[in-house]
């Protein structure tokens, strides 16, 4: 049996406030298997956010044990540069430079990879053949997360994060 992609054990996440301590996540339990699309759903402060940016390595836990593709997303080194590496984010709002072009941000993101996609070959797999030169700030809100998910995807990652997709 293989182990799966995703696995979270008794995860606890919390925020302190100057309300006192907020627990987002209370010992949430949770094995995806790899190939499997996954929906992560609940209602306005559930904790679904907080969730995955543990998974992505970008937010500390109070709590459990999780792994990502067998790693410890919150590893130093070379074991997080090994998960980077496998990992693509799509994430609630773009971080995309609006004067640049999604040609220029393709070229840059892909080249923090060891084997990204070509980019004639990321432009065809998501459909940005018809504004890959203009300005991002230029976009509509539909090609704008297509860019996203070209960004994320250009790494060939095993792991894609998707928060809130819409």
């Known amino acids: ?3 799966p992609a995703i696995k979270v054990n008794d995860l606890v996440v919390e925020y302190t406030s100057s309300q006192g301590t907020i627990r987002a996540v209370n010992s949430l339990d949770l094995s995806i298997a790899g190939g499997e699309v996954y929906a992560l759903l609940g209602e306005n402060g559930a904790g679904k956010t907080s969730t995955v940016e543990v998974l992505e390595g970008h937010r500390s836990r109070v709590g459990g044990h999780v792994e990502v593709l067998g790693i410890d997303p919150t590893a130093g080194g070379s074991r997080r540069r090994e998960l980077r590496d496998q990992i693509g ?6 971080g995309i430079e609006p004067e640049i072009t999604p040609r220029e941000a393709l070229t840059l993101f892909g080249a923090v990879y060891r084997n990204p996609y070509s980019l004639s070959d990321i432009v065809e797999r998501v459909g940005l053949d018809d504004f890959i ?3 991002v700030g230029s976009l509509s809100g539909g090609q704008r997360r297509r860019l996203d998910l070209a960004v994320a995807v250009i790494g060939r990652p095993r792991v ?3 928060d809130e997709p819409t």
Do not use: A, C, N
């Open 89 to 94: 984010i799509v994430l609630q709002t773009s």
């Open 1 to 3: 049996m293989t182990s």
């Open 133 to 135: 030169d203009q300005r």
């Open 160 to 162: 894609l994060f998707l």
